[in-house]
């Protein structure tokens, strides 16, 4: 909600629903070569990329692939665009016997966007137009394939790293040394390029994470150590504006035609980074420079300003023991989040073993750890890409849940909005419990709440639920509740009680002892919560929920069962409504 929203240009309106394809106004058309044009067909989908027409898309060999094609052309199961991976003469990279290929998947998680063969390896994009820039410019090194080519497209040389962590590798010795090197793809795609100049370039948020500023400085001594890079006269990192659209790709969606104007000024504003500059500096550097806006991040009370206090706090302890670190961090720190130096030290310290907690891990555990169960992932919804009509969005919910339950009147449009009220609910003062009751069993609650957990985000299903594990679920993630056989559980469960009925208010807060000094600590309790039973609710509860009464279905009144395995249209509606 934060970030700034302009109307899209009519050049790439035009683009919705798959009709009239526009001819890129920007940059180089695509080449229409063999080399780059060898796509599957995409048969009539269009692709719904910001900032990257079609046709480039298309010219670049992307394509939408269901399981049985992708895992026949490159090794993996998935659904989603194919992004394969040439060298820069245009011949596809080959692993193992198989063309190399990442896919965007149509249902990414925070946790997976892309996914692509095991043991593959890392790779570096090369957009089609690559070949067609002249030796001795500016080469932009941008995290993801989609941003280089909406890059390329624009006219600049890009080359589109897995990940910002990507053009670098690091070496272990015998000796247990560490040491980097560039990686070998890039190497040689640098002495193709002879750049004068390279970019690092980053989203707006690389401001709070620490991996990038540690990425820059590692690539600063690799391109100017070697003696086979002398053609680099300056290495520049640059980055959004912290307030504005998240990526490159976005930027050129939203601009249209005044992208390279509002791209040269964020170009012209990079910081050159000095020799033997450290992750700290680089770090504290672009924080600086945009320490306004950072700010006004972490003060937000809402579930963002959480997520972004904790990402600044990790990205300080990731840099804690660097050489004169702390003396970099802790005035910078204590000034951004108001408080005093001395305890940005064990803030720091906390988001850190947040973190750990919360990260899975390939490692197997240790003897000592006796921690049973799986670690709790909720992953969060990308917005759906283009602009959506709200009206008829809620009338595609309301209409998902029509098909698969049999509801009183009006009951469809109460879910409905229920469901988009989860999207925003920091927004409102309230948010008011749904409760989904019946008078006996097999009525439909328990599919009325797999439909909901489709369409909402961070859904968590539980059917046993206590006080200490609630108020710990929506401190550390803001999910949406849908809490299964309450009549089991709830009516003998005060304390569980009284934090569903104080979770309804923007504020609440459980206080508990943490901690081995005991210290006390508050956590949130303010999230939307369904509830679903035989027989009402606890007077209280039932008095803060909207309540819908289910009753079991008369023959041929529900349209189609429910299967929680092919959800296509609820989660492209659950992307829509995040929108």
Request: hydrophobic share 40%; proline share 6%.
């Amino acid at each position: 909600m934060r970030r700034r929203s302009k109307k899209p240009s009519r050049r790439l309106e035009q683009r919705e629903g798959g009709s009239n394809p526009v001819t890129p106004t920007i940059g180089p058309p695509p080449s229409a070569s063999k080399s780059v044009s060898t796509a599957p067909a995409t048969g009539g989908k269009v692709f719904r990329r910001p900032g990257v027409s079609d046709e480039f898309l298309t010219a670049a060999g992307c394509a939408h692939v269901g399981e049985n094609e992708c895992l026949k052309s490159f090794g993996v199961r998935a659904e989603g665009i194919a992004i394969p991976f040439r060298h820069a003469n245009g011949s596809p990279i080959m692993v193992n016997g198989l063309p190399f290929a990442r896919v965007r998947l149509y249902s990414p998680t925070d946790s997976q966007k892309y996914t692509q063969r095991k043991e593959t390896g890392i790779h570096i994009y090369i957009p089609p137009t690559f070949v067609q820039s002249s030796k001795g410019s500016r080469l932009i090194l941008v995290e993801g394939e989609f941003k280089s080519l909406a890059l390329g497209e624009a006219g600049y040389t890009a080359l589109g790293l897995c990940g910002f962590t990507g053009a670098a590798r690091t070496l272990t010795g015998a000796d247990g040394e560490r040491s980097h090197a560039l990686h070998d793809e890039l190497v040689e795609l640098l002495k193709m390029h002879q750049p004068a100049q390279v970019v690092f370039l980053g989203d707006s948020d690389v401001v709070l994470n620490a991996q990038f500023a540690v990425e820059a400085a590692k690539l600063r001594p690799l391109l100017f150590a070697s003696k086979q890079f002398q053609f680099v006269q300056k290495f520049t990192v640059a980055k959004l504006p912290l307030d504005g659209l998240k990526g490159i790709d976005d930027l050129r969606f939203e601009e249209g035609d005044a992208f390279t104007d509002c791209f040269e000024a964020i170009l012209s504003n990079g910081y050159e980074v000095p020799a033997k500059a450290s992750s700290t500096e680089i770090f504290v550097t672009l924080l600086k420079r945009e320490i306004e806006a950072v700010k006004r991040l972490v003060s937000d009370q809402g579930h963002e300003g959480f997520r972004d206090r904790t990402r600044l706090l990790q990205s300080a302890a990731q840099l804690w023991n660097e050489s004169s670190a702390p003396l970099y961090l802790k005035p910078l720190l204590a000034d951004v989040l108001g408080v005093s130096k001395t305890e940005v030290a064990g803030l720091a310290k906390d988001a850190a073993n947040k973190k750990q907690e919360r990260e899975p891990s390939d490692a197997k555990p240790k003897a000592s750890d006796n921690a049973q169960g799986s670690a709790v992932d909720l992953p969060n919804i990308e917005p759906w890409p283009e602009t959506v009509n709200g009206a008829q969005v809620l009338n595609e919910v309301s209409s998902r849940f029509f098909r698969h339950i049999a509801l009183p009147p009006g009951a469809t449009d109460a879910l409905a909005l229920w469901t988009a009220h989860t999207h925003c609910f920091e927004a409102f003062l309230h948010t008011p419990r749904l409760n989904l009751y019946s008078p006996e069993k097999g009525c439909g609650k328990t599919t009325a709440l797999d439909v909901l957990a489709s369409m909402t985000p961070r859904p968590l299903r539980t059917e046993s639920m206590t006080s200490a594990v609630l108020f710990r679920l929506v401190e550390a993630w803001k999910p949406t509740l849908l809490l299964d056989e309450v009549d089991a559980y709830l009516n003998d469960a005060e304390e569980l009680r009284g934090l569903l009925n104080a979770g309804h208010k923007r504020g609440a807060k459980a206080y508990r002892c943490d901690g081995d000094s005991n210290t006390v600590r508050g956590f949130a309790a303010f999230a939307p919560a369904a509830l679903a039973g035989i027989g009402a609710l606890p007077g209280t509860l039932h008095d803060r929920s909207i309540v819908i009464k289910l009753v079991r279905a008369k023959p041929g009144e529900i349209t189609a069962r429910f299967d929680s395995r092919l959800t296509e249209k609820e989660t492209e509606l659950c992307a829509k409504l995040a929108r």
